[in-house]
Nanobody, 126 residues
Framework: QVQLVESGGGLVQAGDSLRLSCAASGRTFSWYAMAWFRQIPGLEREFVAAISRRGSDTDYEDSAKGRFTISRDNAKNTVYLQMNTLKPEDTAVYYC???????????????????WGQGTQVTVSS
């Protein structure tokens, strides 16, 4: 089992930045690729960014490219999402997920993530 706890969400204005953190406990953190997804009530959870087990490979949803950066610190069992130039359409609950994938593999499919955190709300006002 892996327990994931997100933090860092909040209410910000358009153009501001936030850094989300996801702290993991339980099994060895470096065994898992990690990702951030977001969800608006009534809609499906959508992919934002993913990072491979060793941090060598990353992938981003198109609207996140150039604005968001995913990173991980395996010594601290933590994955981060730095979000810059936030827009109102970024408003959602952000979830981190863990997937048992190969060393340099990422995935944008939520079905491959077997552990999830409880989510952190990000609200961007215009």
């Amino acid at each position: 089992q892996v327990q994931l706890v997100e933090s860092g969400g909040g209410l910000v204005q358009a153009g501001d930045s936030l850094r989300l953190s996801c702290a993991a406990s339980g099994r060895t953190f470096s065994w898992y690729a990690m990702a951030w997804f977001r969800q608006i009530p009534g809609l499906e959870r959508e992919f934002v960014a993913a990072i491979s087990r060793r941090g060598s490979d990353t992938d981003y949803e198109d609207s996140a490219k150039g604005r968001f950066t995913i990173s991980r610190d395996n010594a601290k069992n933590t994955v981060y999402l730095q979000m810059n130039t936030l827009k109102p359409e970024d408003t959602a609950v952000y979830y981190c997920g863990a997937a048992a994938l190969g060393y340099d593999t990422t995935s944008k499919f939520s079905s491959q993530y077997i552990y999830w955190g409880q989510g952190t709300q990000v609200t961007v006002s215009s």
